[in-house]
């Protein structure tokens, strides 16, 4: 797979929105009769480096593949002075309406998100766009509460010094202080990717975060178990069935988006299909990549005449 990855045409480029500017890649053509695929990063306040893999899928079966990175994140426009009423669910729906309509693929399109991605692939397929031909929600939540709870609960089979480490800066209010982000690495390693060391990709990400957190300290708070931002109470339980697109959902077999966080998909979406990868915790397109990528590329290959 990798051998054919060079051979795939690239193009970057950035979409004007709202007075910024929005980061994009397109892997392959635009103009393949295959379903383009967009790919949306998770968070809110990732960038698209560690979900970089599935650009793979577009030497695997010829479609494009499309990443971005949301505004406020990676490549796009940093706005570091905007406060929580800017961060909001409407902004990057918004944005990535003008994305479609901006490469010209509003009419025929599959959408994957992960994580906090998914959430937003969720927003936008319910509202039933007439060119969503497929979607993939990988690794998401579909009720803020319960992913708390479970992230929760898995916090507690943590070592004890980890716990009480946590615990204590959190009632200190000491959330940057490098012991308490080194617990939350305990959690991290366990639950988010547990690939060691951590593959480039998804190594690039995280220092980005570190140096510009602007998006997931407004929206999801210091960490992810401690999720104080204006998202604390979303759900879209209540609106799942409104989904009419063809829905793949992923999750890993040691996610800290367990079956609970993810179930709610599965049962409610009216055409959903199930996968958990055995091995994998919230990135099986970087801890199985190969059978992942197949996964997501065989679901689209059923919908291509869609």
């Not at 967009?38 to 990443?67: E, M, N, Q």
């Not at 479970?150 to 980890?162: I, Y």
Request: glycine share 6%; hydrophobic share 40%; proline share 7%.
């Amino acid at each position: 797979m990798e051998k054919n990855v060079a051979t795939v045409a690239v193009e970057e480029g950035f979409m004007p929105f709202r007075e910024n500017r929005t980061w994009y890649r397109v892997s392959g053509s635009i103009g393949s009769p295959l379903l383009p695929l967009v790919v949306a990063h998770g968070g809110p306040g990732c960038t698209h480096d560690y979900v970089d893999s599935f650009k793979d899928i577009a030497a695997l079966d010829g479609r494009p593949v499309i990443h971005y990175d949301q505004l406020g994140n990676g490549n796009s426009t940093r706005l570091p002075e905007k406060g929580p009423d800017f961060w909001t669910v409407s902004l990057f729906l918004e944005e990535l309406d003008a994305l479609l309509s901006h490469l010209g693929i509003a009419s025929r399109y599959a959408f994957l998100g992960q994580s906090w991605g998914g959430m937003l692939g969720a927003e936008h397929a319910v509202r039933q766009p007439e060119g969503l031909k497929a979607l993939v929600i990988a690794n998401s939540p579909a009720n803020m509460h319960t992913w708390v709870a479970e992230a929760n609960r898995l916090r507690r089979d943590l070592p004890q010094v980890v716990q009480d480490t946590l615990l204590k800066h959190e009632e200190a209010g000491t959330l940057t202080d490098p012991d308490y982000l080194a617990a939350s690495r305990v959690f991290y390693a366990r639950h988010v990717c547990r690939v060691v060391p951590w593959p480039p990709e998804v190594a690039r990400t995280f220092a980005i975060m570190d140096v510009d957190n602007t998006v997931y300290r407004n929206m999801n708070g210091p960490t992810e178990f401690h999720v104080i931002g204006t998202m604390k109470d979303w759900t879209i339980e209540d609106r799942l069935s409104q989904i009419s697109a063809p829905t793949l959902l992923i999750s890993g077999r040691h996610d800290e988006a367990t079956p609970e966080v993810v179930r709610p998909y599965a049962d409610n979406v009216p055409d959903c299909r199930w996968v958990v990868f055995e091995d994998s915790s919230h990135m099986p397109h970087v801890e199985e990549k190969a059978l992942c990528l197949a996964t997501v590329s065989d679901f689209l290959k059923l919908h291509d005449e869609s």
